[in-house]
């Protein structure tokens, strides 16, 4: 039996039609939320991360019903190519961006820590991405990536 | 040649070669705008799902599909009956192809557990996988072949026993004794090699299965267009390749065949092959619907490519002084249920390593051969990952026989700028090699400068007294840049009317930034930035041929092309200003977006957008546009040194790389943050294969460790401190000097690791992955 729920999306509230046994990324994908990705599908590589109440979720290990009545940032939240959010200008800048596959959860990932922890040592870093595998980068500018964007957030509250 | 750290700087004489502009499709990767094949939903797309063969080696002796043609909501099933019996090769490789043809869309045989049976097509996925359940199979299990040592015993199965298999280039294939490929080669006098040495060294080294895991798994969507043409959208490689490999596979002509690449996940080698396309399409042609087959990350591990393993036995000789006597290698790799790049790859195991090493006696000696495991397939490294390990570790253990520090045992030994192997010529991709000397190497100084930045010196035999031990260790590296005289490359430019130009090219981006580097390339030569490209790759209707992203040929040979291209449209923008100007081609100058004359206030400039309108629209009216196609007549070696620094817990066995680094010649860097990026993603994917990549098999050929929970890939917590160092070098051949470096770097961290294990505790690690079981087990050994 489907069930309607109401989801805050990006600020935005809609209600969908959602079977109970349909996953949160795919109720978001069809909905245009293509942002977050197909990696697994076993909660393990962290591709279809979005935030949940701003913390980062594996949207392809959780039921949409789930999501009734809560918050969801998917990467269209964030910026849109004219208008880079400054995490995801950091990305660019880094270089921590190969194929992209990886990167919306890499950027969503390192929103819900930036929002908690404005000034993340390294540890602290490894440890947030520690769930969003990337094959092509090796990592190590995706962490720099995110101490650029510490940097520019905190020059953007001054 | 190499460039001294003074002309290094005067290497800033490029413009744009050399400098790191954000990426031409950064913009829309970072804001998940990107548009990869699964964002693709045409109306009345239907979803595929596979029936895979539980069995490692049956033939199938009945196949109903009734029950699952009835359940609703199905559109097709398509059982070996229902396809075109044509056999064709999956390896993405130039035609003709090098690999056995051993393969059909869907074959009446199944020769590894997961291997296709049946393919289904319905509205849905969830009906797609419910009606491959309902497909009734009626099996005849044969013997499998699961140690590659038995495939060639008398008696052994055969596993190709169709009467179909055979090779389209004179290749020795023996599928009646499991042989997919085999390559021997003898250079020099082996018996004076290990007269003369004062050292000889015998081992056995081994690499496991392992899998290239892109996060994006494999994915095709195919459909028919309008005119009723094949339209595939796929995530790969080789467009190209999968175009042609298409039309034979389903009795199509290439002109029915459209192969648009979209974004791509990741590849590493693993796209580089055509595996799924032909079986989507079939459905496609079946249903005349749009259909959409996505593997599941599990079918990623089983049933797409693999690294294939090897077995190598390895004998050294070597004289007091640190003279390499002779190298005698012998490969005994594991293809797999079916021979994609069975014979390139172990070539690539002697050709990409044997020449690292001036020595005149050489041997070389390597069998393919067929078993009822996974596939193995082009995987970023290609073989020269694995014989760099035994290579790199066994010249360790030679330098230790014979006193001599490595760092200076290396130093001594390796190949110079204008020096050649007669390797070259000997070993090629299914053909003889092709005769080159070192045109650039800038080997010497990585050495010296990943020695420093490691501290070498200081650390070097300092194990420390705890239980937690130290060590450091290195590796020299080679891979080449394309193959000669076989891969092609070609490339469009066209002038806009605002002074943009398009750069379409064949050449497939799949996150090796190849769409920037390009464009940079052009820009160079075109005076204007990378941004003012708008680069399109690639689409069999739209774009030049291409042979596609492997063999570390895009920055060299694509480059090349495009720096033709661009110089063809400079000379036709200059024709056009000259008209303009009314002066001659001669005193005219493009830079800074216009052509002026050369020399301070000599007069009025036009921009390149007055150029374009006026070539479109005033006078003399044409597009300005080239194209330029190139192949090879070299493959310039990059060359590193990678150094490790590892601790080693001699209680619990676990070992952890401390730090890293590697230092890689790729002649000049184009752009040099994704040159370091590229470096950094193989070192950190060589120390998963290092530390704990690996397939563990069951019994009867079944894959255990089918996902990311089990087969563990390094994540950002695996992460040393990473030093990348590029020496730049000028190579006279490449496009601004460059040479490729996207492979090259994988190769080093199993070599480096295992000595510098061996530094820390006194270990010789020659079987990969380094598990805490296998160190515990030395340990145990070395105590006696
Ligand atoms: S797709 Fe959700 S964790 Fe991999
Ligand atoms: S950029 Fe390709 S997986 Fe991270």
Not at chain 2, 88 to 112: H, L, M, W
Not at chain 2, 282 to 306: C, D, I, M, N, W
Not at chain 2, 593 to 621: D, F, M
Not at chain 2, 658 to 681: F, H, L, M, R, S
């Amino acid at each position: 039996m489907n069930k309607t729920i109401s989801i805050e999306i990006n600020g935005k509230s809609s209600s969908f039609s959602v079977a109970p046994d349909e996953m949160l990324l795919d109720l978001l994908r069809r909905s245009g939320y293509r942002g977050a990705k197909v990696g697994c599908r076993e909660g393990f590589c962290g591709a279809c991360t979005v935030l949940l109440d701003g913390r980062p979720v594996n949207s392809c290990l959780i039921f949409a019903a789930r999501a009734d009545g809560r918050k969801i940032t998917t990467i269209e939240g964030l910026g849109d190519p004219n208008n880079l959010h400054p995490i995801q200008d950091a990305f660019l800048k880094a270089g921590a961006v190969q194929c992209g596959y990886c990167i919306p959860g890499a950027v969503l990932s390192t929103k819900a820590l930036l929002d908690r922890v404005p000034d993340p040592d390294e540890a602290v870093i490894k440890r947030a991405l520690d769930g969003n595998l990337c094959r092509c980068t090796g990592y190590k500018k995706q962490i720099e990536a995110v101490k650029l964007a510490a940097r520019k957030l905190k020059g953007k509250k001054k | 040649m190499t460039v001294s750290p003074k002309k290094t700087r005067a290497a800033s004489k490029y413009r744009v070669v050399g400098t790191s502009p954000v990426k031409v499709d950064g913009p829309a990767l970072v804001t998940g705008r990107a548009v990869f094949v699964d964002d693709v939903e045409p109306d009345g797309l239907l979803h595929a799902a596979v029936l895979r063969s539980p069995h490692a080696h049956a033939r199938i002796k009945k196949i109903d599909a009734s029950a699952a043609e009835a359940l609703p909501g199905v559109k097709a099933v398509l059982t070996h009956k229902d396809v075109p019996r044509n056999i064709f090769t999956t390896a993405g490789q130039n035609y003709p192809e090098p690999s056995p043809y051993d393969s059909f869309v869907i074959d009446r045989k199944a020769r590894f557990v997961g291997d296709v049976v049946a393919a289904v097509a319905a509205e849905t996925e969830k009906i797609a996988r419910q009606a491959v359940g309902l497909i009734k199979v009626e099996y005849e299990v044969l013997p499998p072949v699961l140690d590659p040592r038995l495939a060639q015993k008398k008696g052994a199965p055969v596993i190709h026993d169709e009467k179909e298999a055979r090779v389209v280039l004179p290749i020795d294939y023996r599928p009646k004794q499991n042989l997919a490929g085999h390559v021997d080669v003898v250079i020099g006098d082996l018996n004076k090699a290990w007269r003369t040495a004062d050292s000889v060294i015998e081992g056995e080294y081994s690499t496991p299965y392992a899998s290239h895991c892109a996060i994006e798994p494999h994915i095709t969507l195919s459909l028919l267009d309008p005119a009723g043409r094949l339209v595939i959208y796929a995530s790969t490689q080789v467009p190209f390749h999968a175009r042609r490999i298409v039309a034979n596979a389903l009795n199509l002509p290439v002109s029915r065949v459209r192969v648009i690449k979209l974004r791509t996940g990741g590849g590493f080698g693993g796209k580089q092959e055509v595996l799924i396309e032909q079986l989507c399409a079939a459905l496609t042609l079946k249903t005349g619907r749009p259909v959409q087959l996505f593997f599941t990350r599990e079918e990623v591990f089983t049933s797409s490519r693999t690294r294939h393993p090897q077995i190598i036995n390895l004998k050294t000789g070597v004289k007091k002084n640190g003279n390499v006597t002779g190298i005698d290698l012998r490969i005994l790799m594991n293809t797999g249920a079916y021979g994609a790049h069975a014979l390139t790859v172990v070539s690539n195991s002697g050709s990409k390593i044997l020449p690292l090493y001036r020595c005149d006696n050489i041997k070389f000696w390597a069998d393919s051969v067929y078993t009822n495991l996974p596939v193995g397939g082009a995987y970023r490294g290609y073989g020269a990952t694995q014989s760099s390990f035994a290579v790199g570790v066994q010249m360790d253990e030679q330098a230790h026989a014979i006193g001599m520090d490595p760092l200076k045992f290396h130093q001594r030994n390796h190949i110079r700028e204008g020096e050649t192997s007669p390797i070259f010529a000997a070993l090629g991709e299914g053909t003889e090699g092709v005769e080159q000397s070192i045109g650039s190497s800038g080997l010497a100084e990585c050495i010296k400068r990943g020695a420093k930045e490691i501290g070498w010196k200081s650390k070097r035999g300092r194990r420390g007294s705890g239980p937690v031990k130290r060590g450091v260790g290195m590796v020299i590296l080679m891979q080449g840049s394309s193959i000669p005289y076989i891969d092609m490359a070609g490339a469009t430019i066209k002038l806009n009317e605002d002074g943009s130009f398009n750069l379409m090219v064949g050449a497939t981006d799949i996150g090796t930034g190849s769409d920037t580097i390009l464009a940079q390339i052009a820009a160079e030569v075109l005076g204007v930035k990378t941004g003012d490209f708008i680069v399109y790759s690639s689409d069999t209707d739209l774009t030049p041929f291409d042979v596609g992203a492997y063999a570390s040929s895009t920055t060299y040979l694509t480059g090349m092309a495009v720096l033709t291209a661009a110089e063809k449209v400079k000379g036709q923008i200059l024709e056009v200003a000259s008209e303009m100007l009314n002066k001659p081609v001669s005193s005219l100058e493009l830079a800074g977006k216009k052509v002026s004359p050369r020399g301070k206030g000599a007069g009025k400039s036009v921009t390149l957008a007055e150029i374009a309108n006026y070539s479109l629209y005033v006078k003399n009216q044409k597009q300005i546009i080239a194209s330029a196609s190139r192949t090879s007549e070299k493959s310039p070696p990059p060359f590193a040194a990678h150094f490790a620094e590892v601790e080693v817990d001699t209680r619990t066995g676990r070992i952890k790389v401390v730090k890293y680094v590697a230092a890689v010649d790729c002649g000049q860097p184009i752009n040099t943050q994704q040159a370091e990026g590229q470096t950094e993603g193989a070192v950190v994917n060589g120390i998963g294969m290092s530390l704990f990549e690996e397939f563990r098999f069951s019994s009867t050929g079944k894959l255990l460790n089918s996902n990311f929970g089990f087969y563990k890939i390094p994540s950002a917590r695996d992460l040393p401190e990473l030093k990348t160092i590029l020496v730049v070098t000028d190579e006279p051949t490449g496009p601004f000097g460059a040479k490729s470096v996207s492979e090259i770097s994988i190769n080093g961290p199993m070599p480096a690791i295992s000595n510098a294990v061996f530094d820390a505790v006194g270990i010789r690690l020659r079987h990969a992955p380094f598990t805490p079981e296998k160190v515990l087990r030395a340990l145990r050994e070395k105590r006696g």
